[in-house]
């Protein structure tokens, strides 16, 4: 992947600008509130059609003004164009209209770094499942089709949960049928991702940190889930499936869990009036040195692994990619900053690195490496 230019117009803080890039490499310097992040911002917008800092698409648009504007020239000069104004965005692909980030996800990818990525180590567990929902879009697009199935089963249930006006027994069995559905697949296709970030994370340990331990992630259901498998398991191996509260023994496994869920807990959920499983209150463990990442681990660990979950996520995705790395190198000593960046450059895809100083380690690396250098 290589980025060829952008220009901005009424894009936060910029009321025009436009950049040229001659390398696969660009150093971005500027004081803190000189744009470098409003530009990471446009880059990742592009991709994904929504903001890393915001919700509203209006804050986007520079004070005073009614639009704004973004286009990206990339590769053999591909680009892209979006419009913003109100509540309306407009995208084009190489002129032709698209509807989804979908449609663009495998022509452009950006990966960014961001000073609050180590909240993926050290945050709460949405954080965690944010990281690899995402990351599972970018390597999957129709992922996003089973998110989006998911989170709407999931209102209807919680609506017929909720309001109990619309209460109805057969209803609450058939959507919680479909959630257990959803939700197995949803979290196969995270297994199935987790499973090679790991392999990726640890090849790039043992290749550039051998002095560190190795990394490995526990995958956590939703509490009362973990609670009824055990309590199945436990009663599986004791009784038959026809002993099972007089389950038939040709339904399948995943029905007999579902009627558990419903006997168990169907009170509980009505009481609390919503769901009370599925993936969406999922946590991944990160176990470091043998050790949870998030209890244990340093600071400057966190962050070195959640550096690492990024660089295998770009490995496995390969391609076009465009990497941003936003002033996140700073608390990195020299050596595990220059082991950073070679793994990035060693990609072969753009690499922007944005810094507040020239004066330091990266800005002399980077500049070694033949890049652009560009100033806000």
Same mark, same amino acid.
């Given at each position: ?66 639009? =704004? ?65 995402? =990351? ?72 550039? %940190? ?77 176990? %470091? ?7 244990? =681990? ?29 002033? %996140? ?48």
């Amino acid at each position: 992947m290589r980025l060829l230019s952008v220009e901005l117009k009424n894009f936060r803080c910029f009321p025009t600008v436009s950049l040229h890039f001659d390398h696969r490499i660009t150093l971005i310097e500027g004081l803190n509130g000189s744009g470098k992040s409003s530009l990471v911002e446009a880059l990742y917008y592009a991709c994904y059609f929504k903001s890393f800092r915001t919700n509203h698409g209006a804050e986007l648009i520079r004070h005073g003004q009614e639009a =704004a504007y973004i286009k990206i020239i990339c590769n053999d000069d591909q680009y892209i164009q979006i419009g913003l104004a109100d509540k309306k965005r407009v995208v084009r692909f190489n002129g032709k209209l698209l509807t989804s980030y979908k449609e663009l996800i495998s022509e452009y990818r950006v990966v960014v770094v961001i000073e609050d990525d180590i909240q993926i180590i050290k945050g709460a567990p949405e954080t965690r499942r944010d990281f690899i929902d995402q =990351a599972l879009i970018l390597y999957k697009s129709n992922f996003a089709t089973l998110l989006k199935t998911y989170r709407k089963t999931l209102q209807q249930r919680n609506a017929l949960l909720y309001f109990s006006d619309r209460w109805n027994y057969e209803s609450y069995c058939i959507w919680t049928e479909k959630l257990f559905t959803v939700a197995e697949q949803i979290r196969q296709e995270r297994l199935e991702l987790l499973d090679r970030l790991e392999s990726e994370v640890n090849k790039l340990l043992v290749e550039f %940190f051998p002095e560190l331990s190795d990394m490995s992630f526990e995958y956590c259901k939703a509490e009362l889930e973990e609670e009824l498998l055990a309590t199945h398991r436990d009663a599986a191996d004791e009784k038959s499936a026809r002993e099972l509260k007089g389950i038939e023994k040709e339904v399948d496994e995943g029905k007999v869990v579902i009627r558990r869920w419903i006997s168990a807990y169907g009170d509980k959920e009505r009481v609390m009036r919503r769901s009370l499983c599925g993936p969406h209150l999922d946590d991944i463990r990160i176990v %470091f040195s043998g050790k949870s990442s998030r209890q244990f =681990a340093s600071r400057g660990q966190q962050k070195l692994i959640a550096v690492l979950l990024k660089a295998a996520l770009i490995k496995i995705l390969q391609g076009k990619t465009v990497i941003v790395l936003d002033d %996140f190198m700073t608390d990195f000593d020299d050596i595990r900053m220059q082991a950073l960046l070679k793994l990035f450059i060693s990609y072969g895809t753009h690499v922007i690195c944005t810094t507040p100083s020239r004066q330091s380690a990266l800005c002399g690396y980077l500049q070694e490496q033949q890049c652009d250098v560009i100033t806000l």
